[in-house]
DNA sequence: GTTGAGCGTT
C-alpha cells in the first residue's frame, strides 16, 4: 500500500525532495516508488495533480532520506525512460511552502517558526491556481476558470474599497449577463456566426478582385496581382531554362502550371 | 482519447 501524497507529509525533518519531470500523465507513485527504492530510501512520493480533473501535472517529487542517496538517484534516473518517455531527476529547488531549500533539503523549520500562522489562505489559493495553468492544449477549457476567478476577486476588491450601488450594480449586472450569455452561446450560437462573419467578408472581395483591378486599391488584390505578376514574370523571367512545354531540359517537370498554383 | 513548461499535498 503506498500512500504517498494521499494523507500529506508524514515525515518531512531531514528529507531531501527530488523533482522529477518529464512524467507520463499516468505515471503513479507506485510505480515511481520502485525505481527511486532502489537507490535509496525513499521517504515519501508525491505527485502533484489537478484540483479540478485530479490527474497528474506531469511531475512528481521523491524524497530521500539520506542526500547521497538522493544524488545517487539523480544521477542514475535522470534521463531514465520511464513509461516511454524520458523522465528528468533533479534536487527540489523550491520547498512545499514555496520557500527556497538547499540540495532537496527543507528548511521548513525557520518558516514554522518564523510565521506559524498563514498568511492568507486565499491568496496562496489564487496564486496557486493562477499559477497552475500556463499551457497545454486544456487551457482554451480552463481558460474560463482563470477569468472567473480573477473577475471575481476583482469584484470584491472593488466592493471593499469605494461601495458604490450604481456603479456595482451595473457591474454585477454585466458581469452576470457575460458569464451567463457566454455560458449560453457555448454550445452552438456565437461561434458558427462569428466563423461565417470573416469569412463571408472575404468572399465577395476575391470576386470584386477580378472585376475591377484598377480601380481596387486594397492590399488584398494588390498582393494577388503582383503574385499574378511574378507568376507571369517568372514565366517569361527564364525562357531558355524553362521550357513551355516542359520537355527540353526538364523531364522531370511535369507541368509549371501546377507549380505556381501550388 | 488528447497536452509537455515547470517546483508540492493534510
Known sequence: MSHFGRAGPPDITDTYSLLVLNITFRTTPDDLFPLFDKYGKVVDIFIPRDRRTGESRGFAFVRYKYADEAQKAVDRLDGRMVDGREIAVQFAKYGPNAEKIQKGRILESVSKIKSPRRRHRDDYRDRDYSRRRSRSRSLDRYDRDRYRGRDRDYRRRSRSRSYTPERSRGRGRDRYDDERSYRSR?????????SASPRRSISPRRSASPRSPSRSRSPSPEKQNVDERA??????????AESPHGGAGGSRSPSPKKSVEA
Open 231 to 240: 507568376a507571369n514574370t517568372r514565366r517569361s523571367a527564364s525562357p531558355k
Open 186 to 194: 457555448s454550445p452552438g450560437s456565437a461561434s458558427p456566426k462569428r
